[in-house]
Each structure stands twice: as C-alpha cells, then as structure tokens.
C-alpha cells in the first residue's frame, strides 16, 4: 500500500466509525433511544440468531425463488418489447420515452392490482419482481440495439447471414455489454420490489420476516435482517457489475474504437 | 457569389403561400406529431380494455373501465381528498429536494476541493446510489416514529446522492481558465463558489438534481403507501382497504400522470440548460 491509499483507507474507516459512534452516542441518550439505536454489538449477535433460526432458510428459499422467477419473466417480456422497439427508429423515437415514464412509477402502488390479480404468496412477489425487472430490461435493449455499429450490420449481411444468425452472430455479441447492464438493473429492482412486497402482505419471505421482528419489537433483529438484506443486495449488484465490466470489456473497447 | 445567387434564386421560385419552414418549426412539428402517435397509442389501449369489459370478456375484480377510471378521478380532483392529498405529496417532495441539493451540492463542493477525500468516498457514494435504500424504510420509521420526518429522510438519502455525484464531475469539468480568472480577481472561497464555480457547473448539475427529484419522487409515495402516511401513496392504500378498485386506479392513474409531468418537465429544462 502507498501512503496515498493507505490514507484514504483511513478516511474510509474514519467515516464508518464516525457513523457507528454516533449511533452508540445516541442509543446512550436516554428516554428509551436505547430501544430504537441497540448496540451495534447487540444487531451483530442477533444477526448470528436470526439466522440460526429455522424460518431463515424457508425464508430465504421463497424469496430466491420469488426473486428468480419475476427476474427471468420480467427479463424475457424486457429484452422481447426492448428488441421490437429498437429495432425501428420511428418505434424508438414513439415508445422510448414511455418506457422512461413505466420505469419512473413506484411498482409498488400497483401491489393492490397485483393482489387482485395473483393473489397473496410468492406468485404476487414474483409479479412484482416481473414487473420492476420489465422497463430497466427493455431501455437497456433498446440503446443496445440502436448503438450497435453498423458496420457490424453491414459485415453479418455481406456474409449473408440470416435473422437468426444475424441475431446470434452479430446483435448479441455486439450488444453484450449493454444487454447485460440492462439484466443486471432489471436484478436489482427485481430483488427490490419482491422484498418490498413480503414486508406488504403475505407471511413467508425475508422480507415478511423483517417486519415481523418490527411487529414483535425485536428491533436488534429487524435491524439484523434489514442490514442483511441490504448488503447482500448490494454485493450482488456491485459483484455483476465487475463481471459485466471485465467480460465484455473486449466488445466495449471495439464499440470505443468505431466510435 | 455562386452560393448566394442560389439561395436568392431558392428565395425567389418559393411560392408564398408554402413559405419554407425553419428548422425548429419542422421539429416542432415533428415532436406534435410524435405526441399525437403516443396519444393514439394509449388511447387505443384503453379503447380495446374498455370494449372488452364492456362485453364483459375481463374479470371485474381487478380490470376497471377506462372511463369510469377517468370520471372518478375528475371528481377526485374536483371535489374528492385527491388535491389535498397531492398537496402533501408535493410538499414532502420539495422539502426533501431542497435538502437534498443543498446537501449534495455542500458535500460535492468538499469532495472536489479535496482530492483525497474525493478519491476515498466518491467510490461508495455511487455504490450506495445503485443499493437497494428503499429496503431500510423500517429504519427511519423505527427513529422517527410515522411521521413525515421519516419519509423525508429515506428520501433526502436517495435523493442526494446523485445530485452528490453529478456535483463533483460537473465542477471538476469546468474549464481551469475560469478558476485562474477568478484568482486574477481576488475572488474569496464564496464568491468564486456563487459568480464562477455554480453558473458555469449548473447546466450539468442539473442531470443530478433531475435523477434525485425523480429518486425522491418515487421514494416519497412509496413510503407514503408502505407506511400509510399521507398522501396520494396513502389513498391508494386506503381505496385498496375499501376494496375500491376503481378509485385504486383514479388514484395511480393521478401518480402516473404526475410521474410523467415531472419526469418530462426536468427533461425539457436540461435540454435547454444544456444546448
């Protein structure tokens, strides 16, 4: 480690404990704060609890399974409507906008619909996830189909490719990058908006089980579960991100030069 | 002289009563006309959803008509809870965006004075951006009780990083001869900050103060609505627990036409900020 780095290493963990005195500080305030800022030691504990605890894994398995299936449906209906629209100007320049619109309204206002429609229980959750994964999938396709260079087009079609080697050898290899962005986005709200909706309604999931401990004013394990959540969420989303970055960084670098 | 003849010749053979159209008219129109396909598209949609239920080929549980939709909301609007309810709506995003950008504007001012920390904390700034904030919302509602002041600080946190983002990259883009003039001048930290560093920085600032109103936008009626606060996310709730499946609709009908306002409105101002 340089000087430098080992400066704003210092920094970094500077702040963290600024962060994590200042809750210590204000759980020792008095008048029951204490309930409401727990000891960061009392959470670590009942982090190992919590997890311990029986309903964890069929917890933890309704929400993969939720989270799994509203990603590859809201992921397919994404890259489907993303592909039709990208595929024509004049459909870009009509539906691109909208697309921005749908994904800057917060699904979870439609979790009444959805309830009437899939009823309570990991369809509704899957649901939800579909339809947060749907937009960020289908912007994501659209910009990766109308920047594809088109030289790339020209080549496939100087060789005479047809659609369906067309759409294999060139448009997604060429649109990789972005594509994969795009699902990786779709994730993220996919597992966003299937854990919002177990805290709602319904009595399974991880997300079900953080509000239960609000309920119940097992606040050391709400904040346990939360946190949880929380990173693991964001591990998730910043470890594709890296994935992405270095296995398409080849198909990005070509895309660079033409540009 | 070639050039100038043929445009005077061009002047002269354009028959006056199809006068040639200027650029910005032919985008104009160009845009009207975009528009109006975006129009008949939705309103084609809710022509067929109508029909359909009409001739009763849609469940009635969930599916509500178009029209019914339409009528509830105007009278909503007109004499019904939707007004007030948007008003608190309203109030508790433009709090939370003031904050927001007067916060993220101070700490992305620190952040590029000083490299060191910029290097150290930029990085998890944006990895908090792209995290899933909105998973914490029991937390401000466990501090703050369920109160306004909850829902304000969800947002204020999500909204301000972007505008924290966008703050240091637009200021460590602004040309360096603008900096040393305003050394040449004497100018103190403050006023290099308000007569040089801000107008010059604005026009990309306003990218982050777009994507943070809009991150505060949906985290405000989605805390209203989780935690049956106030406003339109709370009436929402409300019509859903009166199994008032028509009003459920009116109400997000009224929040996606609000969504699409505000979200077109930014665009249209960094547009012109920025040409």
Same mark, same amino acid.
Not at chain 2, 42 to 57: I, N, T
């Given at each position: 480690?340089?000087?430098?780095?080992?400066?704003?290493?210092?920094?970094?963990?500077?702040?963290?404990?600024?962060?994590?005195?200042?809750?210590?500080?204000?759980?020792?305030?008095?008048?029951?704060?204490?309930?409401?800022?727990?000891?960061?030691?009392?959470?670590?504990?009942?982090?190992?609890?919590?997890?311990?605890?029986?309903?964890?894994?069929?917890?933890?398995?309704?929400?993969?399974? =939720?989270?799994?299936?509203?990603?590859?449906?809201? *992921?397919?209906?994404?890259?489907?409507?993303?592909?039709?629209?990208?595929?024509?100007?004049?459909?870009?320049?009509?539906?691109? #906008?909208?697309?921005?619109?749908?994904?800057?309204? #917060? +699904?979870?206002?439609?979790?009444?619909? !959805?309830?009437?429609?899939?009823?309570?229980?990991?369809?509704?959750?899957?649901?939800?996830?579909?339809?947060?994964?749907?937009?960020?999938?289908?912007?994501?396709?659209?910009?990766?189909?109308?920047?594809?260079?088109?030289?790339?087009?020209?080549?496939?079609?100087?060789?005479?490719?047809?659609? !369906?080697?067309?759409?294999?050898?060139?448009?997604?290899?060429?649109?990789?990058?972005?594509?994969?962005?795009?699902?990786?986005?779709?994730?993220?709200?996919?597992?966003?908006?299937?854990?919002?909706? /177990?805290?709602?309604?319904?009595?399974?999931?991880?997300?079900?089980?953080?509000?239960?401990?609000?309920?119940?004013?097992?606040?050391?394990?709400?904040?346990?579960?939360?946190?949880?959540?929380?990173?693991?969420?964001?591990?998730?989303?910043?470890?594709?991100?890296?994935?992405?970055?270095?296995?398409?960084?080849?198909?990005?670098?070509?895309?660079?030069?033409?540009? | 002289?070639?050039?100038?003849?043929?445009?005077?010749? $061009?002047?002269?053979?354009?028959?006056?009563?199809?006068?040639? +159209?200027?650029?910005?008219?032919?985008?104009?129109?160009?845009?009207?006309?975009?528009?109006?396909?975006?129009?008949?598209?939705? =309103?084609?949609?809710?022509?067929?959803?109508?029909?359909?239920?009409?001739?009763?080929?849609?469940?009635?549980?969930?599916?509500?008509?178009?029209? /019914?939709?339409?009528?509830?909301?105007?009278?909503?609007?007109?004499?019904?809870?939707?007004?007030?309810?948007?008003?608190?709506?309203?109030?508790?995003?433009?709090?939370?965006?003031?904050? =927001?950008?007067?916060?993220?504007?101070? &700490?992305?001012?620190?952040?590029?004075? $000083?490299?060191?920390?910029?290097?150290?904390?930029?990085?998890?700034?944006?990895?908090?951006?792209? *995290?899933?904030?909105?998973?914490?919302? #029991?937390?401000?509602?466990?501090?703050?009780?369920?109160?306004?002041?909850?829902?304000?600080?969800?947002? &204020?946190?999500?909204?301000?990083?972007?505008?924290?983002?966008?703050?240091?990259?637009?200021?460590?883009?602004?040309?360096?001869?603008?900096?040393?003039?305003? /050394?040449?001048?004497?100018?103190?930290?403050?006023?290099?900050?308000?007569?040089?560093?801000?107008?010059? =920085?604005?026009? +990309?600032?306003?990218?982050?103060?777009?994507?943070?109103?809009?991150?505060?936008?949906?985290?405000?009626?989605? !805390?209203?609505?989780?935690?049956?606060?106030?406003?339109?996310?709370?009436?929402?709730?409300?019509?859903?627990?009166?199994?008032?499946?028509?009003?459920?609709?009116?109400?997000?009908?009224?929040?996606?036409?609000?969504?699409?306002?505000?979200? *077109?409105?930014?665009?249209?101002?960094?547009?012109?900020?920025?040409?």
């Amino acid at each position: 480690l340089t000087r430098r780095q080992m400066a704003v290493w210092a920094i970094r963990l500077g702040v963290v404990l600024a962060l994590v005195s200042l809750w210590i500080v204000l759980g020792h305030g008095g008048q029951g704060l204490n309930r409401v800022f727990p000891e960061p030691w009392d959470v670590l504990i009942a982090g190992t609890e919590v997890v311990d605890r029986a309903s964890f894994v069929d917890d933890l398995q309704v929400s993969l399974q =939720a989270i799994l299936f509203g990603f590859l449906l809201g *992921s397919a209906v994404g890259l489907t409507l993303g592909g039709l629209i990208g595929a024509s100007e004049r459909a870009t320049r009509i539906f691109e #906008p909208m697309l921005f619109w749908a994904d800057g309204v #917060p +699904k979870i206002i439609l979790l009444p619909i !959805m309830i009437l429609m899939l009823g309570t229980g990991v369809t509704l959750y899957a649901g939800q996830g579909a339809l947060s994964a749907v937009f960020p999938v289908a912007i994501g396709m659209v910009t990766a189909v109308r920047t594809i260079p088109p030289v790339y087009l020209r080549v496939g079609r100087s060789f005479g490719l047809g659609p !369906m080697r067309m759409v294999t050898m060139v448009w997604a290899p060429a649109s990789a990058g972005q594509i994969f962005t795009a699902l990786r986005i779709g994730l993220a709200n996919a597992v966003v908006s299937s854990l919002l909706a /177990e805290t709602v309604i319904g009595n399974q999931g991880l997300g079900y089980r953080a509000v239960r401990y609000y309920a119940t004013l097992e606040i050391p394990q709400m904040y346990a579960m939360i946190i949880l959540l929380f990173v693991a969420a964001m591990l998730v989303n910043i470890g594709l991100e890296r994935v992405i970055a270095s296995r398409t960084r080849h198909f990005e670098d070509a895309r660079a030069v033409r540009g | 002289m070639v050039a100038r003849e043929e445009v005077t010749m $061009s002047a002269i053979e354009t028959p006056v009563s199809a006068p040639p +159209k200027s650029a910005a008219a032919a985008r104009r129109s160009g845009a009207a006309r975009v528009i109006g396909v975006r129009l008949a598209v939705v =309103a084609a949609a809710l022509a067929v959803v109508e029909l359909l239920d009409r001739a009763a080929l849609l469940p009635p549980t969930f599916i509500a008509r178009p029209t /019914e939709v339409f009528a509830r909301l105007w009278a909503l609007i007109v004499g019904g809870p939707f007004l007030p309810a948007l008003w608190d709506t309203t109030r508790t995003v433009l709090v939370a965006v003031v904050i =927001a950008a007067v916060a993220g504007t101070a &700490v992305g001012y620190v952040l590029w004075r $000083s490299r060191l920390l910029s290097e150290a904390l930029v990085p998890g700034v944006a990895a908090l951006f792209s *995290s899933p904030i909105i998973l914490l919302y #029991p937390i401000p509602l466990v501090i703050f009780g369920r109160s306004a002041t909850a829902v304000i600080v969800l947002s &204020v946190t999500y909204g301000f990083l972007p505008i924290i983002l966008y703050t240091v990259r637009s200021f460590s883009e602004i040309p360096p001869v603008l900096l040393r003039v305003s /050394e040449v001048y004497c100018l103190s930290r403050w006023q290099q900050f308000v007569l040089v560093v801000l107008p010059a =920085a604005a026009p +990309k600032m306003f990218t982050g103060l777009r994507m943070g109103t809009t991150m505060v936008l949906i985290t405000v009626i989605s !805390m209203e609505f989780l935690a049956q606060l106030s406003g339109l996310g709370q009436q929402i709730q409300m019509s859903a627990l009166r199994f008032d499946t028509t009003g459920v609709y009116a109400y997000i009908t009224g929040v996606v036409l609000l969504v699409v306002l505000v979200i *077109s409105g930014l665009q249209v101002i960094e547009r012109r900020l920025q040409r």
